[in-house]
C-alpha cells in the first residue's frame, strides 16, 4: 500500500442557487489577463444543457479521458505514438469557437463622445481582434437557467433517446439545477498523462494538478485529454492554464476562492489519504463500479494503521488531523452522500457532488408523507434518477437513489425534530438508509448548519520541511533573481 | 576536388567563413540566452485555438514535409559522398533519389507554407495575434524554400554536385576548418539558398522557431502521471 494525501472538495448540488458567485471571485482573482477571458476556471452550468465548452460531455467528439482498451488503460484520444503524430496538429482540440469569443464593450465612448443627436452606446469589442462584434451569439452562460430551450437543453449530450420521453418542457414537469464545475485534481489525470512536454504534474504532498508555465511549450494534448475540458489555452502566451485549487491560499490554510465566497455555503474543501497503489486498478474498473471503487481507494484516516503508513511517508500530525476531521472523507466515504462526475472518464476526479432532491409529482394526499412510503416516491421526482446517474455514476441508478433516500430521511427526521415530534418518529426511516438519530443530526448539522470550520478543514503546507525559511525571509512574493530587461518582449 | 588556384576574395571569407560561425554563434549563445533569462517566452506558440481548420492543411504538410527536407540535407551534406560511394551508390541514381525526394518533401513543404501564410494573413484572429517575429519567420522560410526548390530545379540534369563543393564547406565549417574556396565556384542560386538559411539560423532564437529543439523526446519512455515533490534547499 502507497499512501499519499490528494485535495478535495464536495460541493452540494442541493443548495446551489445558480448565483455565479464562485465563477465571478474565481475570474477576478485569476483570469481577468489578456489571453485569459475566455477562461472559466470555475464555471456554473445549467443541467440539462450544452455547458461550456459547448457538448463538452460528448467524448466522442472531444475523446477526453480515458479507455479501457481490453484490459489496458489508454487515453481516449491516443497513446503517444497519436500524439507525436498529431503534434502539428490536435484533431481534438477544441477552438474559441467551442467557449466564445472574448469582448468586451467600448465603455470610453460613453464618457467621451461628443454631443450628438444619438445617445452614445457602447458597443462590443472583441479582445481577439480589437474590431467590433455586429451581434454576439454565445458567450458564458448563454442557456442559463434553461434560456433558449429547447433549442439548447436537448442538446445536452446526457440526454440519450430512452431519456428524451422523461425530459419534458411542459412547465409544471420541467427541471433544471446548477452544477458548478473546476478542475477535479483527479487522481489519475489525462492532461498530466498527456503533456509531452512534462510540464504537467500533480503535487507530491496535496495532489494539487498544476502547468508549469517554463516548461509548457504548447503541444496541446492537455486540453483535449482532459474530458472536463478545465485546461485551457492562454491565447496569449500560448500556454496551458488551470484551476490551481487557490494553492497559495490552500497553503496557509484558507480555502479556494470558490469555496469561500459562496453564498449558500455548499461547498466543503479538506484532505483524503488514498492508496495510490489502487489507483490503476480503480481507473480500470467497469463503468458502473468505478464509483465504488474510488471509494474503496479512500482510507480511513481514522484507522490506527492508516495513521502509522501517514507517519512513514513523512505526514506530519497537523495534515493526519485534518484528514481525520476532513469533510471530504466524512460527506464520502463516511455518510456516502458525494458522487464524482462522470466517473467513466476514468480519471477518478476528486470534486465530489451530492445530488439535488427535487419536488415529487405526484399528488399527496391530504395527511402529506406517510412515513416511509415516501421511498418509492424517489423514482417520482422531478429530476429523473436516469439523468442524475448519466451524470454521477455512468448510469448506475441504485446510489442515486441511496443518497437522496438517505437526505429524505434525514429531512425527515429533523422535521420531525423542529416540531417537536421526535419521539414519535419511527426509526426505521433512518435505519432503512443507514443512519441513526445521532447520525442523522450529524449530517444535518454538516450539511444545513454548515459551519465555516466544518466545511473547510485545511492544514497549512508545512514549508520548513523542504524550504529554508530563513533564507526566504524578506523575499515573500518576489522572485530571487529579478527578469533582465531585455528579454520581456518576446 | 578543387583546384588549388581558385581565387578568394574578402567576400568569400566574409560570406562563407565570418558569417556562418557569426550565425553559429548567435544561434548556440541565443537559445541559451532565452533558455535562461525567459523560458515562460519558449513555446511553439499554436493559434490551433483561434483557427483550425486551414492549419490541418498548413501546418501537416509543412512539418512533415520539413522534416523530409531536414532529413535529405543530412544525407546529401553531413554524410560523406564517400559513404554513399561505400553503399554502392553511383552518381547518378543518388541523384535521381536526391533530385525526386527533394522535390516532393520541397513541395510539400512549400504547400503547407502558402496555406500557412494565407492564413496568417487573412484569418483576422490569427493576424491581430501575430508578432514581428511570426511574419518574419514565414518570410524567411518562403524565401529559403523557394530558394531551395529553385536550386534543385536549375540543376535537375546534374551537372553540379553539391557533394563535392557544399557538402564538405559545411562539414569545414562545423569541424572547425572552414575552407571558401570550396563555395567559389557554387551557382548563384544555391548561394543565395544558403544565405537566406543563415539568415533564418540568426533569428531563429529570438522567435517561435525554438520550439524545435523542445520536441518531446523524454515523453516516449517517461512513466503517463508525474508527481514532483517539491525540492528546496533543505531536500
Redesign the interface.
Known sequence: MKLKTNVGMVINLDKCIGCHTCSITCKNTWTNRDGTEYMWWNNVETKPGIGYPKRWEDQEHYKGGWENKNGKLELKQGG?LF?YIN?????H????DDYYEPWDYDYEKLIKAKPSKYQPVARPKSK????YMEKIEWGPNWEDDLAGSPEYMLKDPNITEDLEKEITLEFERSFFFYLPRLCNHCL??AC??A????A??????DGIVLVD????????FCISACPYKKVY?N?????AEKCIFCYPRFEAGLPTVCSETCVGRIRYVGIVFYDADKVKEAASAPEGDIYSAMLGLILDPTDKEVQKLAEKEGIRYDWIDAAVRSPIYKLVKEFEVALPLHPEYRTLPMVWYIPPLSPILRVMNSKGYSDIEIFPAIDEMRIPIKYLAKLFTAGNEEPIRKILKKLLAMRMYMRAVQLGKEEEFNDKILEEVGLNRKKAKELHRLLAVAKYEERFVIPTTNK?????TF?EQGFTGYDYKP??D???G? | MQEATVQVGITDYLFWVALPYTVLTIFVLGHIYRYATDPMSWTSKSSELLEKKLLRFGSMPFHYGIILVLLGHFIGLIIPKAVHEAFGLSDHVYHIIAVTGGLFAGFLTLLGLIVLTYRRFAVKRVLANSSAGDIVVLVLLLLVVLAGLTATLSNLGGSFDYRDTIAPWLRGILTLRPDPTLMANVPIIFKLHIFLVMLLLAVWPFTRLVHVLSFPIVFLRRSRVIFRRRCGDMA
Open positions: 503517444k500524439e503534434i502539428f496538429h490536435n484533431p482540440m477544441p477552438t474559441i481577439l481582434t480589437g474590431e489519475n489525470p498530466v498523462a503533456c509531452p512536454s512534462g504537467m504534474y500533480k503535487r507530491d504532498e508555465q517554463d516548461m509548457c511549450r504548447g503541444w496541446r489555452f491565447w496569449d502566451t500560448h500556454k520548513e520541511q523542504f524550504e529554508n533564507k527578469p533582465c531585455f528579454c520581456k518576446h
